[in-house]
């Protein structure tokens, strides 16, 4: 079966602008978790959304949203980008039930800020 | 505050033998651990998991051991081969399917 697709896998913005990432999750998988990747922070949570509703949410500014659908595709939005919102970007999906257990991670969005 | 922390940075092994990669954390509210295998400009692979309730966790080549008293789990890969070079994270939730907490990741080198 199909993996979880990130799109685009690289981005190049100016600092100021805003931008969206799309994520779709492995079919059937109905939780979508988002995490970003820096080399002095590592691998950060940024937020979970099931069901179309945020169920967590780590501690990032606000300038970083994001929202699902209905088929459960995902997207995260960052307002007003800094130079430091540079770094690697990875959607997560999970069936999201309690027994279920690991999350199957999409190969990224590599985002530059410049 | 790293509640999930992966203190050796690196590791070089050579083929064949074993590699030990150890993990710690604080927060005694965490009871599912993982470990990932993530390759550049990759996203993490799922390797194997354990649940509080066990110590230790085997699949194939790979066993995970867990001292909760100690607040520490540790990932034995034997034996080593060169395709496992990469950055290996453990990670944490409190509940499984909820969000993960990482360590810094460990680089491990396979030498042939």
């Known amino acids: 079966k199909a993996g979880v697709t990130q799109t685009p896998r690289y981005l190049i913005k100016t600092r100021g602008q805003q931008v969206t990432l799309s994520c779709s999750p492995i079919?059937?998988?109905?939780?979508v978790s988002w995490y970003q990747q820096t080399p002095g922070q590592g691998l950060q949570f940024l937020f979970e959304?099931?069901?179309?509703?945020?169920?967590n949410k780590g501690n990032f500014p606000g300038r970083f949203s994001g929202r699902q659908f209905s088929n459960s595709r995902s997207e995260m939005n960052v307002s007003t980008l800094e130079l430091g919102d540079s770094a690697l970007y990875l959607c997560?999906?999970?069936?999201?039930?309690?027994?279920?257990?690991?999350?199957?991670f999409g190969s990224g969005t590599r985002l530059t800020v410049v | 505050d790293q509640q999930v922390k992966q203190n050796s940075p690196s590791l070089s092994v050579q083929e064949g033998r074993i590699s030990i990669l150890n993990c710690d954390y604080t927060?005694?509210?965490?009871?599912?651990f993982l470990w990932y295998k993530k390759y550049p400009a990759e996203g993490p692979t799922f390797l194997i998991s354990?649940?509080?309730?066990?110590d230790k966790n085997e699949d194939g080549r790979f066993t995970v051991f867990l001292n909760k008293s100690a607040k520490h789990l540790s990932l034995h890969i034997v034996p080593s081969q060169p395709g496992d070079s990469a950055v290996y994270f453990c990670?944490?939730?409190?509940?499984?399917?909820?969000?993960?907490?990482f360590g810094g990741g460990t680089r491990v080198l396979v030498k042939p």
């Open positions: 079919s059937g998988h109905r939780s």
């Open positions: 990670a944490a939730s409190e509940a499984a399917g909820n969000k993960l907490t």
């Open positions: 997560a999906s999970n069936q999201g039930t309690v027994a279920n257990y690991g999350y199957t």
């Open positions: 959304y099931f069901s179309e509703t945020q169920r």
């Open positions: 927060n005694s509210m965490f009871d599912y």
């Open positions: 354990i649940s509080s309730i066990k």
